[in-house]
């Protein structure tokens, strides 16, 4: 079936601009999440949805990045006046319930880059 | 709050080695423990779990041993492959909270096999 699929897989802007990110996660899959890759980083979480619950915002950066689930499926990231360290590979992941042994499947992510 | 810490990287090695990957981690009550690894040009993919203590997680030749009393588990693999090139996360699940589910991950290990 479908994995979870991002768009775009590149994006390039300049700095200042605002982005949208994308995520369409697996059909029936209840949580969903955004984390973010840079170069020798490892992986930053960025928000969590769950269900119909609020969405755990602990680890946007700053108040320029917001995150949307809309009816319980498709995601946008969206982030505000872009600065070059939001430079990274932004992915996405989902999970079909909220069981802490479930497993998260990524989509191939976006790669941001802020020129 | 929950943490990861992988052993540095990159790790080189020639096929038919022994492979060990150290992670340790920090959290709060028994959270679920996780191995994903991303090949080249890939998304992140799940390679073994562990939910609980003394559980060993294993696929592909590849285990992992949760142990409560050092707070570990690390990756091993008694004879790799050119095709486990590969970057290796660590992570573990919370399990507490509204934040149920959400993976923290450590920051990746490069590993390269040469023949």
């Known amino acids: 079936g479908a994995g979870v699929s991002q768009s775009p897989s590149n994006k390039v802007t300049e700095k200042g601009k605002d982005v949208e990110l994308r995520c369409d996660p697996i059909?029936?899959?209840?949580?969903l999440y955004w984390y973010r890759q840079s170069l020798g980083q490892g992986l930053e979480f960025l928000i969590y949805?769950?269900?119909?619950?609020?969405?755990?915002k602990s680890g946007l950066p700053s108040d320029r990045f917001s995150a949307e689930r809309t009816g319980g499926s498709v995601s946008t990231l969206t982030i505000q006046r872009t600065q070059q360290e939001d430079s990274a590979v932004y992915l996405c992941?989902?999970?079909?319930?909220?069981?802490?042994?479930?497993?998260?499947?990524f989509g191939n992510g976006t790669r941001l880059t802020v020129t | 709050g929950n943490s990861v810490t992988q052993m540095e990287g990159p790790v080189t090695l020639s096929e038919e080695a022994f492979l060990t990957i150290n992670c340790t981690y920090t959290?709060?009550?028994?959270?679920?423990l996780f191995w994903y690894v991303q090949y080249p040009g890939e998304g992140l993919q799940l390679l073994l779990k562990?939910?609980?203590?003394?559980d060993k997680g294993s696929n592909k030749g590849f285990e992992a041993t949760y142990r409560k009393e050092t707070t570990s588990f690390h990756l091993e693999k008694g004879s790799v492959q050119v095709s486990d090139s590969a970057v290796y996360f660590c992570?573990?699940?919370?399990?507490?909270?509204?934040?149920?589910?959400?993976?923290?991950f450590g920051q990746g290990t490069i590993l390269t096999v040469h023949p």
């Open positions: 992941a989902s999970s079909p319930d909220r069981a802490g042994g479930a497993p998260l499947h």
């Open positions: 059909s029936g899959h209840t949580a």
């Open positions: 949805f769950q269900g119909n619950s609020a969405p755990d």
């Open positions: 959290a709060t009550g028994y959270p679920s």
């Open positions: 562990a939910t609980k203590a003394d």
């Open positions: 992570a573990l699940s919370d399990l507490r909270g509204t934040s149920y589910g959400k993976l923290t």
